[in-house]
């Protein structure tokens, strides 16, 4: 159980406490509720592109690294199609810097034309080498526009195109920053040997003055209901051939997300799972074989992806992981097999709950969900799925006018040598 107390600014800015003086550290996590999912679709990568501005000089700091390191402390960000996440560690002693920090790049960013250029670089280069120039490295710019026809999950944090980000001006850039990056739209964590009266008072010396702005609305289309097989082929050069089977599956607030987490566990959580055990130690068919979820907010996707052994062909290779989904549809999980997987989803949380950044980061998620309480409610949703749940739940999930496959070829091994 993780205790916290709650309160909010008159700028609207929401702020979670959990006191945990067994710790020297304190973690300072900050949650825009911003992803690539609100972004335009003639203007994308944007969410991105912040994740670096905001380490590019803010109104009053012209760099974000140096003065958290001397006081020493260590920072980070990601960004998903659903959000943005900020944190900072430091000793407790040193909170303060943090807040200052987090602070002045709420208020505004620098804005200098040198900024957005190096940025942009940096993010276009990484567009490259991550997406465009790694082997396998376009599956998601690929097989999201195959699952998703009507909902921004159809394109990736990275972007559509580099071109989106190459022609952002600075204009775009600042109707951006002030439509998503403001204290309506954040939840600011702390979690650490720290007091709730010490934290109110340090909150609102450095957040409370920062202007409000208009809440974002978010109001995005409703993918409709897939009723067809989907399939795409590519070839590339890369190694060897891999598969893609990406099935619809319901949002982050849904029973049936739990049980599709379950089953991805089932099929591919370690050396015991139905999918190893069977396809790669006994048909010897695969050399590498996964199942997982995206973990989206909004109707997310169940991933079935596996690199087949040489002299599989992608057809046969389909066939073999349908023939396992097939036996999910049809028979209950086995008792044992089901307490197995629930155990290491608890020990996983528990290790997780350790560290107090794990703990600033899940209270802001599970706030922006909704409720920083369901993060004490986690391990009960599991723990309450039966066999007949993952039953239903595969009928429904695995059916196959529900499915995305990608076939991504190797133009290596598919060549035909001829000998002389």
Request: aromatic share 10%; proline share 3%; with cysteine.
């Amino acid at each position: 159980m993780i205790k916290y107390n709650k309160f909010t600014l008159e700028n609207g800015l929401r702020v979670i406490v959990h006191e945990d003086n067994s710790t020297p550290i304190v973690a300072v996590s900050l949650v825009y509720d911003v992803g690539a999912r609100d972004e335009n679709p003639d203007k994308t990568g944007f969410a991105h592109l912040f994740e670096h501005l905001m380490f590019g000089g803010s109104e009053n700091i012209e760099l974000f690294d140096e003065p958290l390191q001397n006081a020493g402390g260590q920072n980070n960000a990601f960004t998903s199609n659903d959000l943005t996440n900020y944190y900072d560690t430091l000793p407790y002693q040193n909170i303060e810097t943090a807040l200052w920090l987090e602070s002045d790049r709420m208020k505004s960013l620098a804005f200098t034309p040198k900024s957005l250029e190096v940025q942009r670089s940096v993010v276009i280069e990484e567009f490259k080498q991550r997406y465009l120039n790694q082997p396998y490295g376009d599956v998601w710019l690929l097989l999201r526009p195959l699952a998703y026809k009507i909902h921004p999950y159809q394109w990736a944090t990275i972007g559509k195109e580099i071109k989106h980000i190459e022609d952002a001006t600075m204009e775009d850039v600042k109707a951006f920053f002030y439509k998503h990056y403001g204290p309506k739209n954040a939840i600011l964590s702390i979690a650490g040997n720290v007091e709730i009266k010490t934290v109110k008072a340090l909150v609102e010396k450095w957040f409370g003055d920062i202007e409000g702005r208009q809440k974002y609305e978010r109001n995005l289309p409703k993918e409709p209901k897939q009723t067809a097989l989907r399939k795409l082929e590519v070839e590339r050069d890369v190694p060897s051939d891999m598969i893609y089977l990406a099935f619809k599956m319901g949002n982050r607030l849904e029973k049936s997300y739990y049980v599709s987490d379950l089953i991805s566990d089932v099929l591919s959580r370690g050396e015991s799972s139905r999918l190893y055990r069977k396809l790669i130690k006994e048909t010897h068919s695969f050399t590498d074989i996964n199942a997982y979820i995206s973990g989206s907010l909004d109707e997310g996707l169940f991933i079935v992806s596996g690199k087949p052994k040489k002299g599989v062909n992608l057809d046969e290779a389909y066939k073999l992981i349908r023939a396992e989904l097939d036996i999910m549809q049809r028979e209950l999980c086995d008792e044992k097999e089901l307490t197995m997987v629930k155990n290491k989803i608890e020990s996983t949380t528990v290790f997780g709950e350790m560290s107090v950044l794990n703990k600033a980061m899940g209270l802001g998620y599970f706030e922006l969900l909704g409720d920083a309480d369901m993060i004490n409610k986690e391990e009960d949703k599991f723990h309450a799925i039966t066999d007949k749940d993952l039953l239903e739940q595969s009928k429904i999930m695995f059916a196959e006018s529900n499915c995305s496959v990608l076939y991504y070829k190797s133009k290596i091994n598919n060549i035909c040598w001829i000998e002389k």
